[in-house]
């Protein structure tokens, strides 16, 4: 497994997110939520490939701007609609030395 930076710890300030290519392709974004956890995420929604980094964080939960449909950003499920056919990839997010990084294969 390999890591990459996205960013610098201080351009994440509680309710951002960050989006950026990892360098195996895939869209990842990373948010830093109210209570100050690191999120990774797979930057397209399972439903129709949305762009979820743009969409809105409400507690540990993104909302996608296309469709609405709601994934828990700790355990990648759908709420509401489409519970138990779709699941938002997740990635693990490190924060270290001043700088946020994400995970990779």
Known sequence: MAWTT???SEEMP???IKRKRLPNGDPVAVARL?????????????HFKGPLGT????????ICPWHFFRFDLITGRAVGVGESLMRLK???VR?????VAVAFN
């Not at 109210?34 to 399972?46: S, T």
């Not at 969409?55 to 993104?62: E, F, K, L, N």
């Not at 924060?95 to 700088?99: K, N, S, T, V």
């Open 6 to 8: 996205i960013c610098r």
């Open 14 to 16: 509680a309710g951002s």
């Open 34 to 46: 109210q209570d100050d956890r690191l999120v990774a995420f797979h930057n397209e929604c399972p």
């Open 55 to 62: 969409g809105a964080i409400r507690d540990s939960t993104i």
């Open 90 to 92: 997740l990635y693990e």
């Open 95 to 99: 924060e270290q030395d001043g700088e």
